[in-house]
């Protein structure tokens, strides 16, 4: 009888290991399909002679508040998106800051009473930066009177204006 428990569970055991890795294999082919789609994307606008148009945002400690800091040295500026094509939004930390910076990138609408999130990267601290895609012709601009970024962590001093042309 034993002997017969030890079998269904390594049986069970079995079960389970493949199951899983048919999980993270899934996991991992749709991640690698939504890159290729993204490349895809950008060789086709590249083909058609549509740049992607790149901002680049940096987390700095200025006098002991958090900002962004524009590729131009300014402090929290007004990024300027191209619509229909992606826009690439890089961020970046700074070596040795181990604070959590998020850019999140909203619609606003009725004088500001409801907002909505639109875009939103991944956390970035201690050097890292990730980049995200935004392509304002995804989305409805009508149904919102303005737009903003903000970092998720500091909400209050690394904040500012989105213009869609």
């Known amino acids: 009888m034993l002997q017969i428990n030890n ?16 999980f ?6 749709e991640s690698n399909s939504i890159k290729i789609y ?4 950008q060789q086709q606008q590249q083909q058609e002679g ?14 002991n ?4 800091i524009g590729s131009d040295n300014s402090s929290n500026p007004t990024l300027n998106f191209s619509s229909g094509v ?31 999130e639109l875009i939103s990267s991944d ?8 980049t995200v895609n935004f392509n304002p012709s995804d989305i409805d601009t009508s149904d919102y009177e303005s737009f ?10 690394m904040l500012g204006k989105v213009q869609i042309n």
């Open 65 to 68: 508040e958090y900002r962004w």
């Open 148 to 157: 903003e970024y903000y970092c998720e962590y500091h909400p209050d001093t």
């Open 24 to 29: 993270i294999s899934s996991v991992n082919m």
């Open 86 to 116: 992606d826009n690439q939004i890089t961020i970046k930390s700074i070596v040795g800051d181990k604070t959590e910076h998020q850019l999140i990138i909203e619609g606003i609408s009725d004088g500001g009473k409801k907002t909505e």
């Open 123 to 130: 956390e970035i601290e201690n050097g890292s930066s990730n």
């Open 50 to 63: 549509i740049s992607t148009p790149s901002i680049e945002l940096t987390a700095k400690l200025v006098e």
């Open 7 to 22: 079998k269904l569970q390594n049986k069970s055991l079995g079960i389970i290991i493949v199951v899983a890795i048919l």
């Open 38 to 41: 993204a490349q895809e994307q």
